[in-house]
T-cell receptor
Framework: GAVVSQHPSWVICKSGTSVKIECRSLDFQATTMFWYRQFPKQSLMLMATSNEGSKATYEQGVEKDKFLINHASLTLSTLTVTSAHPEDSSFYIC??????????????FGQGTRLTVV | QQQVKQSPQSLIVQKGGISIINCAYENTAFDYFPWYQQFPGKGPALLIAIRPDVSEKKEGRFTISFNKSAKQFSLHIMDSQPGDSATYFCAARPKHSGNTPLVFGKGTRLSVIA
């Protein structure tokens, strides 16, 4: 299957600082990438849908000024948590959907980023 | 709102037994049904998937059964092993989805005990 690389795997930051998480599709082009947040023992909560070259579409209740998403190329999307606070501590996961062919139905996930804000 | 309902929330199975996880969807606007396996601290990994024109799909010890008329689908894990202990998510993809995300169930925590 296709590979989605997410970096970093974990990060600890001080309250008030910003953290950038990268999501890369390594062997396919992804027109669309999705960002999720997952709380312990819960399902994935969609935060936003990111399309290459355009503004992200945020889900209701997600602050777009706090969670900045950039999808500058077909293989890279970034999520920046700005002015992070302890309540932003969570597991963040990206997903990429391949464009065209048989693969365009499947969504491939990164390994996730554990963010801890202290 | 499109929903996928998953049950049970948690499941304990003896090693060698069959694990069964069920999902149901509420409308017919889905055309692809994947199952994901997630280990603690990792992202979900695609396990097996089915389209609604097929009633069953088998890959090794994993089988999806699909009942289109009942709008239900289930994952069967045969000869369950301790290494299968993980959280399993069913999902559904809306038709003509373009950039529409998958709809996920709430997950099932499977524990396979020796």
């Amino acid at each position: 299957g296709a590979v989605v690389s997410q970096h970093p795997s974990w990060v600890i930051c001080k309250s008030g600082t910003s953290v950038k998480i990268e999501c890369r599709s390594l062997d396919f082009q992804a027109t669309t990438m999705f960002w999720y947040r997952q709380f312990p023992k819960q399902s994935l909560m969609l935060m936003a849908t990111s399309n290459e070259g355009s503004k992200a579409t945020y889900e209701q209740g997600v602050e777009k000024d706090k969670f900045l998403i950039n999808h500058a190329s077909l293989t890279l999307s970034t999520l920046t948590v700005t002015s992070a606070h302890p309540e932003d501590s969570s597991f963040y996961i990206c997903s990429a959907r391949a464009t065209g062919g048989r693969m365009n139905t499947e969504a491939f996930f990164g390994q996730g980023t554990r963010l801890t804000v202290v | 709102q499109q929903q996928v309902k998953q049950s049970p929330q948690s499941l304990i199975v003896q090693k060698g037994g069959i694990s069964i996880i069920n999902c149901a969807y509420e409308n017919t606007a889905f055309d692809y049904f994947p199952w994901y396996q997630q280990f603690p601290g990792k992202g979900p990994a695609l396990l097996i998937a089915i389209r609604p024109d097929v009633s069953e799909k088998k890959e090794g010890r994993f089988t999806i059964s699909f009942n289109k008329s009942a709008k239900q689908f289930s994952l069967h894990i045969m000869d369950s092993q301790p290494g299968d202990s993980a959280t399993y998510f069913c999902a559904a993809r809306p038709k003509h989805s373009g950039n529409t995300p998958l709809v996920f169930g709430k997950g099932t925590r499977l524990s396979v005990i020796a």
